[in-house]
T-cell receptor
Framework: EAAVTQSPRNKVAVTGGKVTLSCNQTNNHNNMYWYRQDTGHGLRLIHYSYGAGSTEKGDIPDGYKASRPSQENFSLILELATPSQTSVYFC??????????FGSGTRLTVL | QQKVQQSPESLIVPEGGMASLNCTSSDRNVDYFWWYRQHSGKSPKMLMSIFSNGEKEEGRFTVHLNKASLHTSLHIRDSQPSDSALYLCAASMNYNQGKLIFGQGTKLSIKP
């Protein structure tokens, strides 16, 4: 089965601090995604990528940056974390049929 | 406005009963629909996909799609306690391949 690994699993950050969430996939999928999940909102798309070197804005990109240095790795960066960014973050890779394979998630708390 | 709307928000079904979940897109450019299932504390996993009008059945699960009304539904017969989960509908638009938009989900609880 497709493998997507996220790190860290849990993170506590302070307001104004920098946070980097990492994602690695071994599926050789071109597309990768970052979503956040909050109660009542389902999954909301932050950034996505079509391949190494590319990043695209999703529906809620404000306050987030993304980096895709290689086919396998896709990072989400919060330069100045705020309490409103407290959430569960999921990374996913997508195959040619657009089926998504999700990582286990990162629970981020910004104090 | 959310482009993918799901109803109901939550649903309680007795064990052995039929669960019916709905999903509608407000974007006429929608191409394909997926249904994902997410058990509590876990990550979402693809359950079924449907790309053309009609019906698709896999075991106890049946998906319907009506492209004219941009509506898809998921039906689970003989519901089991293990079916208790958050069900997420996702859609992709033909002008932006690879970008999936999710609905807010339906929380299904199967009552023994």
């Amino acid at each position: 089965e497709a493998a997507v690994t996220q790190s860290p699993r849990n993170k506590v950050a302070v307001t104004g601090g920098k946070v980097t969430l990492s994602c690695n996939q071994t599926n050789n999928h071109n597309n990768m995604y970052w979503y956040r999940q909050d109660t009542g909102h389902g999954l909301r798309l932050i950034h996505y990528s079509y391949g190494a070197g590319s990043t695209e804005k999703g529906d809620i990109p404000d306050g987030y940056k993304a980096s895709r240095p290689s086919q396998e790795n896709f990072s989400l960066i919060l330069e100045l974390a705020t309490p409103s960014q407290t959430s569960v973050y999921f990374c996913a890779s997508g195959d040619i049929a657009e089926t998504l394979y999700f990582g286990s998630g990162t629970r981020l708390t910004v104090l | 406005q959310q482009k993918v709307q799901q109803s109901p928000e939550s649903l309680i079904v007795p064990e052995g009963g039929m669960a019916s979940l709905n999903c509608t897109s407000s974007d006429r450019n929608v191409d394909y629909f997926w249904w994902y299932r997410q058990h509590s504390g876990k990550s979402p996993k693809m359950l079924m996909s449907i790309f053309s009008n009609g019906e698709k059945e896999e075991g106890r699960f049946t998906v319907h799609l009506n492209k004219a009304s941009l509506h898809t539904s998921l039906h689970i017969r003989d519901s089991q306690p293990s079916d208790s989960a958050l069900y997420l509908c996702a859609a992709s638009m033909n002008y932006n391949q690879g970008k999936l938009i999710f609905g807010q989900g339906t929380k299904l609880s199967i009552k023994p």
